[in-house]
Nanobody, 123 residues
Framework: QVQLVESGGGLVQAGGSLRLSCAAS????????IGWFRQTPGKEREFVAA????????LYADSVKGRFTISRDNAKNTVYLQMNNLKPEDTAAYYC????????????????WGQGTQVTVSS
């Protein structure tokens, strides 16, 4: 089991940046793949990015490649999502999630979820 808490969301103008944090509790944080997802009203939860146990492998949705960067600091039990050049289309509730297997982009594959943090990008 791992508990996840997101923070760092807020209101930003288009072209601006935010850094989201996902803080985890538990003794086995480094054993988990961590993914970021986002969801806006009327749409399914969408994969954004994922990072492997060691941090050596990452996955990104095409819509955020080149703009978002996922990283993790296992010593701090924290995963980050640096979001640059934000667009109004990025507006959503952002969730971090954990699983034990690598490679899935599907929300159903993730076993543990944070509560979400809202990101709103104004035009």
């Amino acid at each position: 089991q791992v508990q996840l808490v997101e923070s760092g969301g807020g209101l930003v103008q288009a072209g601006g940046s935010l850094r989201l944090s996902c803080a985890a509790s538990g003794r086995t944080f480094s054993s988990f793949v961590i993914g970021w997802f986002r969801q806006t009203p009327g749409k399914e939860r969408e994969f954004v990015a994922a990072i492997s146990w060691s941090g050596g492998s990452t996955l990104y949705a095409d819509s955020v490649k080149g703009r978002f960067t996922i990283s993790r600091d296992n010593a701090k039990n924290t995963v980050y999502l640096q979001m640059n050049n934000l667009k109004p289309e990025d507006t959503a509730a952002y969730y971090c999630a954990a699983e034990t297997a690598w490679g899935s982009r599907l929300p159903a594959s993730y076993d543990h979820w944070g509560q979400g943090t809202q990101v709103t990008v104004s035009s």
